[in-house]
């Protein structure tokens, strides 16, 4: 049963999707809005589900990984469900960005080639409900380490399974390396679901087949026949040129309803708060890009809800 506030915060959504053309003003009006909505919203989405596992991937460099990850991890904390940010990037920004320090020896490398366990390495961040798996570069090697190692590409899995089994977060989501190679095949093999981040430019579509060549691989080599596409999100949206909407327009056209409705608009303060250390959501509430994220957050978890 869907309440009434939540009933009007989709209708706001719906009516944000389709004004992307709309001032700063209007879209600072329709996040004030949102906040308004928000105790319902925490009500209406508390009905937890046993932990989800999610891989934010794209082999191409700077489309928006991380900074979805992020983002989204910090919206769905605030809405009251608990977790967990695996970063699995040597570079290490989604660590930094959540406002950590990369510590020598506090990445889940060790734990990957079989040493200790991932709980030892959770740290806390200065926002409820959202905690953090760092990286730093020694991840690097593990791609290279993995790769001779045996079982190689469930290790991930496997350091995931006694936090799942626990359930002790509603969400992992996991932050991907710019490539397809080992690490992001671990992500893939300990994932209910992949969000593919594309950036609004030209060749925004490039490579994706490669991503959907791999995944039909899991499926049908058995690491993990249940490997889903959740969605993809179209990031660093700009209203005001045409090849902002035209390459919109393509890709929905190739993934159809897959395209979350949401688009990330370009935002300077989206670009700055990372170095800050904080996600978007605590470094500027009433700005679009903050708008935008929660607004994502809302549609992803009615997909995963959906396939619970
Ligand atoms: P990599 O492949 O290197 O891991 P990535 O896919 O994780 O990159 P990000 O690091 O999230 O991409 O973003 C790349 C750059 O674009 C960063 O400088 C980030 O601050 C900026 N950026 C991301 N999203 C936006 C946005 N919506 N508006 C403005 N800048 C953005
Ligand atoms: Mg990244």
Redesign the pocket.
Known sequence: MQSCASKSSDYIRSDFAGAQNCSLVEFRVVAVLLAVLECDRTFVYKTCVPTRVIAVANQK??VG???T?VNLAACIADIGRSVLVYDL?P?A??TSGLGLEKIEGASAYRVLLGEGNLQEKIRKTAFANLEVVPSEVDLCGADFELARAENHLRRVADSLQPITAGSAYDLVLI????SLGVLTLNAFAASHGVLVPLQCEYYALEGISMLNRVMTQLHENGVNPALDLIGVVMTMYDGRTKLSQQVVGEVREHFGDKVFETLIPRSTRIAEAPSFGKPIIHYDKYSTGSAAYELLAQEFLARLDAKA
């Open positions: 460099g700077g990984k991380t900074t990850t990037d570079q920004n989604a932050d991907c390396p710019p």
